[in-house]
Every structure is written in C-alpha cells, then in structure tokens.
C-alpha cells in the first residue's frame, strides 16, 4: 500500500497501488488528517496528528505477530519477547536498539527459513536504524 504523494502534474495518483494493489490513501484513515511525508514516496508508518499506524504498518505488525505465533521451537515467553520487539523496530527511539538487539538473540533459535522469512516481514516495516541495528 502507497500513499498518493507525488507530483501530480507528472504522475497523477492512481486509485491504487502498483505494488501490492490496496487503495492508495492520502489520508489517516483514523483523524482524516493529510499524509506528511518526509521524503519523497517515503511511508509515514504512523499518522503525525493522532500516532494511530497506517494501514500498511498495521498490516505489518499483524502478519510478524501471526508469524511469531506459528513459529516452533520457541517458548511461550520467547515468542511474547519476540512480538514486543515489533513496535520499537518501526520507531526510533531509545528502545530501538534493544529492540533490534532481542530480536537478533531470539531468531537465532528457529529454522534458518523461518528467520529469513520474520526478517523480511521485519525490515518491510523497521526504521532505518532498526534495520541498521539488524544488521542490514
């Protein structure tokens, strides 16, 4: 899912996304507000008025808890360590880092599959500095 920035005299904004296909939106679909991007097609994770997540972010975070959930090999607790890794990963903040760090350590304990997979998921909604922090 996209947001419809862009400049509309060279690329009028399309309904929908050209990459996973959902409505584009150019607003918070929770406070109306307008989508401030920081750069250029660059995805605001969170609405800068109400700190409600896009839909896209939500998506995100749903499908790593999913995941996290049907991994084996983990304990209970594990897998609850895990999933409260996934917020502090879309933020940067001081908990960025330990965040990074927890999920580094507990990933390490399942399939290398499962790993790449939770990765991928991960890094479509990580910070910058959390995929730094990643180590990617």
Not at 109 to 129: N, R, S, W, Y
């Amino acid at each position: 899912m996209q947001i419809a920035i862009r400049d509309e005299e060279q690329h009028p904004p399309t309904p929908y996304c050209t990459k996973c296909g959902a409505p584009n939106i150019e607003r918070c679909e929770h406070c109306n507000s307008a989508l401030k991007e920081r750069r250029a097609f660059e995805r605001p994770s969170y609405c800068g008025d109400c700190g409600k997540p896009h839909p896209w972010t939500a998506i995100a975070l749903a499908t790593a808890n999913e995941y996290a959930d049907e991994l084996e090999g983990l304990s209970n607790d594990d897998k609850m360590i895990l999933k409260g890794t996934f917020i502090d990963l879309t933020v940067d903040s001081p908990r960025t880092a330990l965040a990074a760090s927890r999920f580094k350590r507990i990933v390490k304990m399942v399939t290398p599959t499962a790993k790449d997979i939770l990765t991928k998921i991960v890094v479509e909604f990580a910070t910058q500095a959390a995929k730094t922090a990643l180590g990617g």
